[in-house]
Every structure is written in C-alpha cells, then in structure tokens.
C-alpha cells in the first residue's frame, strides 16, 4: 500500500532531547501475563489470555473498607503514577518551550466502557470540551475501533483519527492549522490494506463459530477483529476462547492480543498504536523535533505501546485511565472519563490564559 500525502516539515528538524524529567515512575504490580513467552495453540495460552483478561479489567466489589493490602497497592501506585490533575502544573512546567500534541483512545478515556459497544456514546459535554481541545493543539483519536465508526461517534471533522489500532489513519477533512501545507490532501496510510479480505474472512468465521455462546458479541473493525467477553458469564470464557484459537491457528498472517474484555485479531505486521503516535506527529511535521511535548491519554493494553514510545522518545508522557493499580508505562493517572474531560479542559483553560499572558506583554 502506498503512503499517500504525509507531510512532513521540513524546518527545525533538530536532535531530539529529552525534555526536563518529570515525576512518575514504573512499578510492577504482579500478575500472570505471559502472552509473548507462551505458543498460541498450547491451553496455557489461554490461561494466560484469561488471567491476563481479568487483571486488565478488574471487577472488585465496592466497599466501604477496603482491605489493608488494596489500600496499600493502590498508595504504593499512586506515588509512582499521580493523578495527572494533581500534578497538572508540573506537566504543564515540563511542557514550557515545546508544542503540544494530543492523542486520545476512546471507548473508556472519552467514553464509558459498556456492554453494548455500539453504544459507547461520548457525552455531550466531551463532545464540546475535545472540539476546544482541537483549536488549541493538534489533536488525534487512536483507537482500536474502526476509524469511520469511531467517527460516527466524535462526529468533529478537524481532528486525526486512527483505527483499527493504528492501521486506518486519515487527517482532518476540514483545514487544519497545524498542516503546513495548507494545499496538501488529508493524510491517508492503512499499511494493513492487504489483510482486508482475511480479516473479512475471519470475521464471518468467527460469528458462526462463537454464535452458540450466550452474550459473545464478534464486531468487524476494517483491520482487525473483535470478539467481546463483557455480557459473556465468566464460566464461559474458557470455552470462547478456545473457539477462538480454534479459528485462528488456521491463519499464520494473522495474530492475537488481548485487552478489557476483549480478544482482538490482528494482522503479524509491525504496526501498533506506538507507531501510529510516530507516523502522527511525522505527519505533523514534528519528525526528530526537540520542541514537541505528545501526552498520550488511554486506557487499555493496547495504549502500552504508545506509552513506551512516548518514553523510548524521552518526550512527552503517558496517562493511564484507570481507577485500579496496572503494569504500565505511563507516568500519570487518571480514574475515568470524568477526569479525562477535566483534565483536557484544563489544558484549553492553560493555554487560552497562555495566549492572554503574551498579548499583554
């Protein structure tokens, strides 16, 4: 598939520096996750997927006093990964002299995670507050969804959007002022364009093989497949999976990947969230730039290879959206939804009193 139309700024490309260290660190928090190590048609694999599965999307009961070790892990992480709210002045400080770029996941970061994912709607009030992002920075959606359902839902023309993981990338249909060059036509890539009859192939397999299990929900994202376990009875999910390797060993080209809930197919080829924030901020002109500063908001597995691109880069950081301790790579927290939409009109507030603070001078 040919790369059409990146553009890509030719001034400023200077050595990239590491911008000035800012708090949050890693910690482990244990747990069996051991997708890489183990062979896809082994039944440890599947063990591994579900345990993995459950550790991503916890479910503990409320209540009103939790036990010392819970309360102890989760203090023992927030020191590590700060509420990005808490620590929205250091961020901003670290920030000083460089662009912003923002990317954003969507189902659980600008929406709710729920049962039926079709109706993953964005509140009105996101809605408003991520168009007001959009004129301050450069602004993206990075999803595993599909791009034009994803779409459907932001429903805002002036923002990049990347499905299927990365693997459907198109710029602004609307003039962006972060293109410099204002006469180019949208960025399109989908290097998985290939893959499209297998992963049509796959999908329509897997609907009638995982059809006899009560609440399996398979959902075609143009470059990738889900199958959702979330209306599934947890008792059930050994044997859905096993449908689903069952289906998938047949396919060498494609690959596996878990996440909330969900069991996603993929195309083997290189390509991941990580690398869409890459071709992003290429096509914005920032390739090799010192002077941009990408915060990644995201709450998934999948955002993992964003957040360690962001820290391989020395730019930018990571915010993890969760309200329970996870192995991540991100520097910063986030408890749901609700704080994402503070946390962005934060930085619409920031940058408004920014531009007021140089007209004065």
């Not at 050595?15 to 069996?32: F, L, V």
């Not at 009961?61 to 590590?80: A, F, G, R, V």
């Not at 290879?305 to 192995?327: M, T």
């Amino acid at each position: 598939m040919t790369q059409q139309n990146v553009v890509v700024g030719a001034e400023d490309m200077k050595r990239a520096q590491k911008p000035p260290a800012i708090p949050g660190g890693y910690i482990p928090i244990p747990r069996r996750s051991v997708l890489k190590s183990l062979e896809i048609n082994g039944p440890e694999r599947i063990n591994a997927w579900l345990d993995s599965m459950r550790a991503s999307s916890p479910t503990h009961p409320k209540s009103s006093t939790p036990s010392p070790h819970i309360s102890q892990d989760h203090s023992s992480w927030i020191l590590n990964h700060p509420s990005a709210l808490d620590m929205f002045d250091q961020i901003m400080d670290a920030s000083k002299g460089k662009k912003i770029v923002m990317f954003l996941d969507y189902d659980g970061t600008l929406s709710p995670i729920v049962d039926d994912p079709d109706r993953a709607f964005m509140s009105d009030s996101m809605r408003k507050t991520v168009r007001k992002l959009a004129r301050c920075f450069p602004t993206a959606i990075v999803t595993g969804r599909c791009r034009d359902k994803v779409y459907n839902f932001v429903r805002l023309a002036e923002l990049y959007y990347a499905g299927s993981h990365g693997m459907d990338i198109k710029g602004p249909t609307r003039t962006s002022k972060y293109n410099k060059d204002t006469k180019a036509d949208p960025v399109l890539f989908q290097p998985a364009a290939e893959f499209l009859p297998l992963i049509d192939e796959v999908y329509q397999e897997l609907v009638e093989k995982t059809k006899s299990t009560p609440g399996a929900r398979v959902e075609n994202n143009k470059f990738c497949v889900s199958v959702h376990f979330r209306c599934v009875e947890e008792k059930e999910w050994g044997e859905l999976a096993q449908q689903v390797r069952s289906v998938l060993k047949k396919y060498p080209k494609l690959r596996l990947s878990q996440g909330r809930k969900v069991l996603e197919i993929r195309p083997t080829i290189k390509w991941d969230k990580g690398k869409a924030l890459e071709f992003l901020l290429e096509s914005l002109g920032f390739a090799n730039c010192s002077d941009v500063f990408p915060v990644y908001i995201g709450d998934d597995r999948t955002d993992e290879d964003a957040f360690k691109k962001l820290r391989d880069r020395g730019q930018g950081l990571g915010i993890l959206v969760s309200k329970f301790p996870k192995d991540t790579n991100a520097s910063y927290s986030l408890q749901e939804p609700t704080e994402v939409m503070d946390f962005l009109q934060r930085l619409v507030d920031w940058k408004k009193e920014s531009l007021r603070a140089r007209s004065r001078v």
